[in-house]
């Protein structure tokens, strides 16, 4: 069984249900309720504690996890001076990262020994406006951030040295990559066994693929790939990206088209090859894979529902089981296992 959270941000509430992990069934839970319009979240890898960004009131909450239950216990909340559009911790979850969309900051607060986020920042670097995410590398040595392509945004990856022992980041040599065309890079995943970084381009409609210098942490463009069909010319935008643990299957919605972009990963080189698109949800923002790799939840941001596919585990191909109320502007999905 799995425990499933999603921020409704318009209605200042967390949404639970427990799903079961052969079949895909959701059942609601009991919600929790959070003011200042929670939204994005991360927990640290050995699933005792979550962490809630809320946009309006500028806060990032920490709770811990009953793993059993599902139930959350808030153990501390402390303000953030500028509005992280993603959270996530480091590999040994010691440490919380953030990206600011709005103020182009990256920041890096200590998580104390009870699980809970410090207040004073070890790092607030400013990189540029339109930050989208930022994640740690399989090694934890190296972080990257990429911003979107906007009149103020740099169309960039930024890439740092981590030091884990101290949370600090050092700007890698070269300290940024650019995307050869202005795609727009917002968020990204590692392939599980091979030194590949697959990148959603939020104006570009399209995956880009990194190879990643395992010793100097840096990236190189392979190619990209678009995730609208062929002739499609309507306006669409590129949102999360998430690849099955096994690495042979990836998905990125499309905002617009309104469908999610289906893809094989070759298991040789990494290359993508499309497999067809999936229709979802209005403006499908937030979505995730169960760990297992067997189903994929996708919420419409403007629909207000939650879409619950199978993912065909000889093909990749997404077939729709069920559909769910949510609520106003769902933003993030996770899910946990059970004990």
């Not at 790092?123 to 040595?141: F, K, Q, V, Y």
């Not at 990204?188 to 381009?201: E, T």
Request: charged share 25%.
């Amino acid at each position: 069984m799995y425990h499933v959270y999603i921020s409704v941000s318009g209605e200042d509430r967390i949404a639970r249900f427990t799903m079961d992990s052969e079949t895909g069934r959701l059942k609601p839970g009991k919600d929790i309720t959070l003011s200042g319009r929670p939204a994005y979240a991360a927990v640290d890898p050995k699933q005792r504690f979550m962490y809630v960004a809320r946009k309006d009131s500028l806060q990032v909450t920490s709770y811990a996890i009953d793993t059993k239950s599902g139930d959350l216990k808030e153990i501390g909340t402390v303000p953030i001076a500028a509005d992280p559009a993603y959270l996530s911790t480091d590999k040994t979850g010691r440490f919380l990262f953030s990206a600011s969309y709005f103020n182009g900051i990256t920041a890096v607060h200590k998580i104390g020994d009870d699980g809970a986020v410090l207040e004073t920042p070890i790092e607030w670097l400013a990189t540029g406006m339109r930050a989208h995410c930022i994640e740690s590398d399989p090694t934890n040595r190296f972080v990257f951030v990429p911003h979107i392509f906007r009149e103020d945004a740099p169309n960039t990856i930024f890439q740092f040295k981590f030091d884990a022992a101290t949370g600090a980041l050092t700007p890698n040599n070269p300290d940024r990559r650019d995307p050869p065309r202005p795609d727009g890079p917002r968020h990204f995943c590692f392939h599980p066994n091979k030194p590949i970084v697959y990148f959603s381009n939020e104006q570009g409609c399209s995956v880009g693929a990194y190879a990643l210098d395992p010793v100097a942490g840096t990236l190189s463009h392979i190619r990209t790939v678009s995730t609208l069909p062929e002739g499609w010319s309507g306006e669409s935008k590129c949102s999360q990206i998430r690849m099955t643990p096994d690495g042979r299957f990836l998905y990125a919605p499309n905002r617009g088209h309104d469908s999610i972009a289906e893809f094989a990963v070759d298991p040789d080189d990494g290359a993508l090859h499309p497999l067809g698109h999936a229709p979802a949800e209005k403006i499908p923002r937030a979505f995730q894979i169960d760990p297992a790799g067997r189903y994929l939840l996708s919420a419409g941001h403007e629909s207000g529902r939650l879409g619950l596919y199978r993912i065909d585990q000889e093909t990749g191909r997404l077939e729709r089981r069920s559909t769910h109320p949510l609520g106003k502007l769902p933003m993030w999905i996770t899910i946990l296992p059970a004990d």
